[in-house]
């Protein structure tokens, strides 16, 4: 049971390049979760997958678009990198929709530097 | 605008003693609050929660108290061990029945544990 994974864990693109991040869940979550983390920011949501099929904008959103491809994977992609999306890059998984009291659990992250 | 605020970016304790972390919100729909705990390169994870229906919550040597009228909650690790060295989160969210809940977090708060 490995959880939540994440690859790769560190990439560098060159600003206008295009990538996705890979995330996968083993613990049969139905919601999904991409955040960035930036110094002094927190976490903050990008987009989320309440369950298998349907995907919703988090707070910061711009720049990013997400496939739940199916109930295990939830891809984050970058279509043209910019330097302001150098972050570290986490994805959870959740287990109940409409269950406050369930936690969100957290894959290793994905370290992206723009140039 | 930042709607759960950790106001201490750094806090140093000696072992054995008592740790205090802090977090303020804003948003009075928010009804369930978590902490969640990061080691360099790893992901946050989950370490203790509270609904806004208590005041208190605790498992073994943390304690999360709520005071909702002051929009406030805490921390409380006793005795502080240099393990428990790591960044904290606060993070919140505002349930809202047969959706996905969405987490707000704080700006987190660096615990040093010394000898």
């Known amino acids: 049971n490995a959880g939540v994974t994440q690859t790769p864990k560190f990439q560098v693109l060159k600003t206008g390049q295009s990538m996705t991040l890979q995330c996968a869940q083993d613990?049969?979550?139905?919601?999904m979760y991409w955040y960035r983390q930036d110094p002094g920011m927190g976490l903050r949501l990008i987009y989320y997958s309440a369950s298998e099929g349907t995907t919703d904008k988090g707070e910061v959103p711009n720049g990013y678009n997400v496939s739940r491809l199916n109930k295990r994977e939830f891809s984050l992609r970058l279509e043209s990198a910019a330097p302001s999306q150098t972050s570290v890059y986490f994805c959870a998984s959740r287990n109940h929709v409409g269950q406050p009291t369930d936690t969100q659990y957290f894959g290793p992250g994905t370290r992206l530097t723009v140039l | 605008d930042q709607q759960v605020k950790q106001n201490s970016p750094s806090l140093s304790v000696q072992e054995g003693r008592i740790s205090i972390l802090n977090c303020d919100y804003t948003n009075s729909m928010f009804d369930y609050f978590l902490w969640y705990k990061k080691y360099p390169a790893e992901g946050p994870t989950f370490l203790i929660s509270i609904s806004s229906i208590k005041d208190k919550n605790e498992d073994g040597r943390f304690t999360v108290f709520l005071n909702k009228s002051a929009k406030h909650l805490s921390l409380h690790i006793v005795p502080s061990q240099p393990g428990d060295s790591a960044v904290y989160f606060c993070a919140a969210s505002a349930f809202r029945g047969g959706t996905a809940s969405k987490l707000t977090f704080g700006t987190g708060t660096r615990l040093q544990v010394t000898l």
């Open positions: 613990m049969n979550h139905n919601s």
